[in-house]
């Protein structure tokens, strides 16, 4: 089956299960009548080994200070498309679970879906919400397009850049003052590579997710129109913008002069690489920290690097979110959940997230914790930390939002693959445009 093929097929189940999400109800009777007493919670979440023991630790502490007037029953439902699966079968039994946690390529999804309730919807009445209390760049992600928040954030990540100390000083550079540009990154991965022989450079190639936020920090849109945040939905991808076919010129001959590792999609395997040194530079996620660098030192952690001098250029966050279902659910429910994604956003809770699990913390107070001020005391989760505080909210950093963007993705890796394999830059990404822009308009009539 070819790619082309495979894209398409994937765009149409996305489409189906908004389809079914949006033309079907709850069961006659579905709807309880507001529950007065104790309230059980049913969250549904993703988490596997120690951000799965670190989500049971918070649950229970929740669940303890509550008393039993709250009860939240935490399940694990796979990956996160085997969450998505059920969540679409669960509208259609009437079962959905009170909190749903979703990674944060399926927003578009849910919000088409319209089974959830805003966020907004709960803090407008909150007197004790602040909207400070999540960096700028995480509100505009989950902006509801009133100026409040769809979800509850709650697991956020960014790219970043990593540089083997060693590596790199044994090339004669120095790892404390480390590259700002993608030009000066490829500068200094040809060096590492022509002194050492280590690789200079692998980035994340399981998906398009490094062109979307090397096309951000150019302060270029990657959905048209607005980055599908403003009036209208997204209708297509821009792919071809001089910034991107600069940034992708300069990382095809990375590539096809052997200065940079392409992992494919293995990337534990590039993770690997840097960590037993034989990559100088990786472009991954923050969350890649505890496993690149076990020990903490070997390593410089720098803020991803820019390919414009743009004022919209910033960095587009990942992780996931809290999405507190509507339909099937009293007042009560709805409340308790709120209470619930309240408390996982609390600085205390968040500083413990973020040190358990290498997330980075929603909660701009985190850090004044005693959990957070020990994490920040390390330079380089600090400098993760401030690149997310710093990230300005722009239409570039927003990101782009539709609920084809799971299918996109291979559509538009499976391009960038064939440009470092050779391939003329702005040909083949115009290719993917066109056939992105198909993938979008049959997403968008299923959708309604």
């Known amino acids: 089956m070819s790619l082309r093929t495979r894209a398409c097929l994937a765009v149409s189940a996305a489409a189906t299960l908004v389809l079914a999400l949006s033309a079907c109800t709850a069961p006659a009777g579905a709807q309880p009548s507001a529950a007065s007493g104790p ?19 918070l649950v229970s502490q929740f669940n ?6 709250i009860t939240v029953d935490a399940s694990y439902q796979g990956s996160y498309a085997d969450a998505q699966t059920k969540y679409t079968a669960a509208v259609q039994s009437g079962s959905t679970p009170d909190v749903l946690m979703m990674n944060d390529t399926s927003t578009g999804f849910l919000l088409d879906s319209k089974k959830t309730v805003p966020l907004s919807s709960f803090t407008d009445g909150d007197e004790s919400f602040s909207a400070d209390s999540f960096p700028p760049v995480v509100r ?30 044994q090339a004669g550079l120095n790892p404390d003052t480390p590259p700002t540009t993608l030009a000066d990154v490829a500068s200094w991965a040809e060096k590492i590579h022509a002194v050492t022989g280590a690789y ?13 936020e090397m096309s951000a920090s150019g302060g270029q849109l990657f959905c048209t129109p607005d980055n599908g945040r403003g009036a209208d939905r997204a209708t297509g991808l821009q ?24 992992p494919g999609t293995d990337n534990s395997a ?34 991803f690097p820019r390919t414009s001098n743009s004022d919209d250029a910033g960095v587009v966050i990942g992780g996931n979110a809290l999405w507190i279902s509507g339909d099937g659910h009293s007042a009560a ?11 996982l956003h609390s600085a205390e809770v968040q500083a413990a997230w973020a040190s358990a699990t290498g997330y980075l913390a929603s909660n701009t107070a985190a850090g004044t914790t005693s959990t957070g001020a020990q994490m920040l005391a390390d ?48 040909d083949t990404m115009r290719d993917a445009e066109s056939q992105a822009a198909q993938q979008i308009a049959a997403y968008n009539q299923a959708a309604g």
């Open 140 to 169: 505009s992600y989950y902006d509801d397009g009133s100026g409040g928040l769809a979800a509850m954030p709650f697991s956020v990540s960014q790219p970043v850049l990593y540089v083997d100390r060693a590596l790199a000083t």
């Open 39 to 57: 309230v059980t919670l049913t969250f549904w979440h993703e988490m596997t080994g120690p951000a799965a023991t670190e989500l049971d630790t």
């Open 239 to 262: 792919l071809t913008s001089p910034t991107q076919v600069s940034f992708m010129q300069t990382l095809q001959k990375l590539f096809l002069d052997g200065t940079a590792l392409n």
């Open 379 to 426: 330079p380089n989760s600090k400098a993760m930390a401030d690149q997310l505080a710093n990230t300005p909210a722009t239409a570039a950093s927003a990101g782009c939002r539709t609920g084809a963007l799971p299918a996109l993705r291979p559509t538009v890796i499976g391009a960038f693959t064939k440009v470092v394999e050779g391939a003329d830059v702005a």
């Open 333 to 343: 429910q709805q409340n308790a959940a709120y209470a619930f994604v309240t408390y």
């Open 64 to 69: 303890e200070r509550e008393g039993g007037a």
């Open 270 to 303: 590039m993770v690997s690489a840097f960590a037993t040194g034989k990559v100088g530079l990786m472009l991954t996620s923050s969350g890649a920290y505890t496993t690149a660098d076990p020990q903490k030192t070997a390593s410089k952690v720098a803020p």
């Open 200 to 212: 200079g450079l692998s980035m994340n190639m399981a998906d398009s997710w490094m062109l979307e």
